[in-house]
Every structure is written in C-alpha cells, then in structure tokens.
DNA sequence: CGAACCTCCTGCGGGC
DNA sequence: TGCCCGCAGGAGGTTC
C-alpha cells in the first residue's frame, strides 16, 4: 500500500508517541511476516526512542545505546498508536507497550512487511538498505543524475523511476502521476528521455511527493494514517485509478495498460 | 550489468 | 445471493 508518502505521513504520525519515551514490553501475535519478526524486538525492552528516521519506505526508529527498529510496511501494513487496553484487531501482529500506557500497533493484513532490529544506527550497515538509490527529494536526484541513470537504461521510463536503485520511494501511484504532470509516456523507453525531460521529470517527481506528503498520502482502499484518517491526495490524482475516464486536462480518455506487471496509466494527449 | 518473470499473502470488487 | 477470478500501493530472488 504505502509508497514514500504514505511512509513518511506514518513516520510524522508516530514520531511524537514515540520520541523519548521506553519500551515497556513486546508483543508478537504472528510473527511470519515477508521476513520472519526480529527476535532481537525482544532486546528493546527497557530501551528509550531517540527518534524516527525514514530511508526509502522503511522507517528507522533510534534507541538509546546504538540499535535500530527498521519497519517496512510491504503492500498492506500500518502503524496505529493506541491505549494498551484497545482490543486488538484482525490483522493486528505486533504491539510495542510505551511507557505512556499506549501501545505501537504494527497491523498487516498481507503480512509482506518486515520488522526488524539492527545494532548499529548507520543506516547503510544493514544489507537491506545498500545498493538504495538517491532519496527523492533530496538535491542529489536531480536531472544531470537521473540523465546518467537513464542512459544506459532500454526499459520503459516508467520502470526506471520505480527502480529503487535509480532513484527510491517512487511507487506505482506516483510514478504514473509525475509522468503526466513531465508530459512524458509511461512507455518511452529510459534511453530516450533527453537530459531536458530528466530534468522535467525530476522536478515532477518532487513536486508529487512533496504535495502527497502535505495532504498526508493517499488513500486508495485502506490506508489510514496513524491517527486514523484518510489521506486527501487521492482527490488530485490525475490518471492513477482513471482508466477511461476523462483526463481532467483535456478530457481525452485516459489509457490504461499493464507495464511491468504495473497498471499504468497515461493520457496520450499530454503526454508524448 | 540489465531485464523479464516469479513469489510471498489476504481482501475486495466485478462478472456471471 | 454466492462463487470464482483477477487485481492490489512492494521488492527481493532467480534466470537468461
């Protein structure tokens, strides 16, 4: 479900529960998840949070003493804090018990999502965070970069984006958007895209995350933030979900096929 | 190295 | 109403 957007509205969300304050206990439901749950969650007890840091989609959060929680959230997970007491739902995994009488609820219906420790707070030493791409909106992904990558790329300029060793949290959602608002087809292939477009494309892509950001995601069927409501940037979607329907630009109907595996989707007029 | 394909899992909406 | 099929926001692994 949640692309860089929505893992950053989740990381905002629970940064206040959690910064400063220690783990009372762990509670693990089902811990078979894409990975198996971290053993070592269990050593966090008695730890404090410094803080929640995100790189890619997964959100790092510091302990006092060195260690790291990584979370990924997969396809379907979320993050929700709620009073200990609160009965646990379908789906509900995992429960972090804060020493405010409130509890981290990691809740993932397709269980795609991972939770796990890490000794050292660098990111880069864990292996599932090497070989990342640049973060989206920071000023290293810039057209000259994305240019560079592209060059020797033969897929459709769409896959590129998505590529996390290209560029990271460029999800499905938003890489159909940011290709409509550079005017550029899902399909053209990488090699294709002038230096001038990258830098077009480039500046779509961070003008779509950031906006999704402020709006606090999207929510297609069921993503809630951590306070439980709704992210608001579905409303401006402009050809994701669309297939058929009128673009809001020119009122051509707008294309829908599977790239990838993805579906994709573009209008033929704004987009060449 | 790049690219195509497969896989994990549950839920839901559409079609019949 | 009920059942079956296809599809879903991710991404690591394998194979060529």
């Given amino acids: 479900m949640p692309?860089?957007?929505?893992?950053?509205?989740?990381?905002?969300?629970?940064?206040?529960?959690?910064?400063?304050?220690?783990?009372?206990?762990?509670?693990?439901?089902?811990?078979?998840?894409?990975?198996?749950?971290?053993?070592?969650?269990?050593?966090?007890?008695?730890?404090?949070?410094?803080?929640v840091r995100r790189r890619s989609k997964y959100l790092l959060a510091d302990v006092e003493g060195g260690?790291?929680?990584?979370?990924?959230?997969?396809m379907s997970g979320s993050l929700r804090v709620v009073p200990e007491a609160d009965e646990w739902r379908k789906h509900d995994h995992?429960?972090?018990?804060?020493?405010?009488?409130r509890q981290l609820r990691y809740h993932d219906p397709r269980r795609f999502g991972m939770?796990?420790?890490?000794?050292?707070?660098?990111?880069?030493?864990?292996?599932?965070?090497?070989?990342?791409?640049?973060?989206?909106?920071?000023?290293?992904?810039s057209g000259v970069y994305l240019?560079?990558?592209?060059?020797?790329?033969?897929?459709?300029?769409?896959?590129?984006?998505m590529d996390a060793t290209v560029v990271v949290g460029v999800g499905n959602i938003y890489a159909?958007?940011?290709?409509?608002?550079?005017?550029?087809?899902?399909?053209?292939?990488?090699?294709?895209?002038?230096?001038?477009r990258c830098d077009?494309?480039?500046?779509?892509?961070k003008e779509v995350l950031a906006e999704a950001i402020s709006q606090g995601g999207t929510t297609l069927r069921d993503f809630l933030r951590s306070d439980g409501e709704p992210?608001?940037?579905?409303?401006?979607?402009?050809?994701?979900?669309?297939?058929?329907?009128?673009?809001?630009?020119?009122g051509e109907p707008i294309r829908q096929r599977v790239l990838g595996g993805r579906s994709t989707f573009w209008c033929r007029v704004c987009q060449s």
């Fill in 3 to 51: 692309e860089l957007p929505e893992v950053e509205t989740t990381r905002l969300g629970v940064l206040p529960h959690l910064r400063g304050r220690a783990v009372l206990s762990v509670i693990v439901r089902r811990g078979d998840l894409r990975l198996p749950v971290d053993p070592g969650l269990e050593g966090l007890v008695g730890c404090r949070f410094i803080g």
């Fill in 67 to 74: 260690r790291t929680l990584l979370i990924h959230l997969g």
């Fill in 94 to 101: 995992v429960g972090l018990s804060l020493d405010t009488g």
């Fill in 115 to 141: 939770i796990l420790v890490h000794e050292t707070a660098m990111e880069v030493g864990h292996s599932l965070l090497q070989h990342l791409g640049p973060e989206p909106l920071e000023e290293e992904f």
């Fill in 147 to 161: 240019h560079s990558v592209v060059r020797r790329r033969r897929c459709p300029i769409k896959q590129a984006i």
């Fill in 176 to 196: 159909s958007e940011a290709l409509f608002r550079a005017g550029i087809r899902p399909v053209t292939q990488a090699v294709r895209v002038s230096r001038a």
């Fill in 200 to 205: 077009l494309l480039v500046g779509s892509i």
């Fill in 231 to 250: 992210g608001y940037f579905r409303q401006r979607l402009m050809v994701y979900g669309r297939g058929g329907e009128p673009c809001r630009v020119c």
